[in-house]
């Protein structure tokens, strides 16, 4: 089983009303000898009982707008690379049998802007995965930014 260990952690809770709010937890954590990565998630409880939780990205947006410039780091690790970088931007290129290209899809999983994401075309997954090891320096920025923020 694994062990969960959070590293660093911001929690944010705003009052919706009477017996009502949302919460939002920004951090970074370890499932066991996994390397680190950014979560943010939020819980909305009305009438004290839960009745959303996970991801919530219009709620975070709204309540929390500090957070914004963070929402695309979710499930990046410590270092800013997204979840299986080359893996799943190979998938979202439309390069294997189970998806077509969907370029929003593509621009968000590499946080860059929908115009590139649009003129991105590779022949091989090596080109691809070249060009993913390129965007490893802004991807570390963007990342130590998150974390600064996280234990301010």
């Not at 066991?32 to 009305?46: K, L, M, Y």
């Not at 270092?79 to 969907?102: F, I, S």
Request: glycine share 6%; net charge positive.
């Amino acid at each position: 089983m694994y062990n969960d260990k959070i590293i660093a952690s911001r929690v944010f809770v705003k009052a919706l009303g009477p017996r009502s709010m949302i919460t939002a937890v920004f951090m970074l954590h370890q499932l066991g000898g996994q390397c680190p990565h950014f979560s943010i998630t939020g819980e909305r409880h009305e009438k004290r009982e839960l009745v959303a939780c996970g991801q919530l990205l219009d709620e975070i947006r709204e309540h929390f707008p500090q957070l914004t410039r963070f929402l695309p780091l979710h499930l990046s690790n410590r270092n800013g690379v997204p979840m299986h970088a080359v893996e799943n931007g190979w998938y979202w290129l439309g390069k294997t049998k189970y998806q077509g290209r969907d370029n929003a899809a593509l621009a968000r999983h590499l946080r860059i802007a929908p115009d590139k994401a649009e003129a991105l075309n590779f022949g091989s997954k090596e080109d691809f995965s070249a060009y993913v090891d390129k965007q490893r320096p802004r991807w570390e920025r963007e990342a130590r930014e998150a974390e600064d923020y996280i234990t301010y």
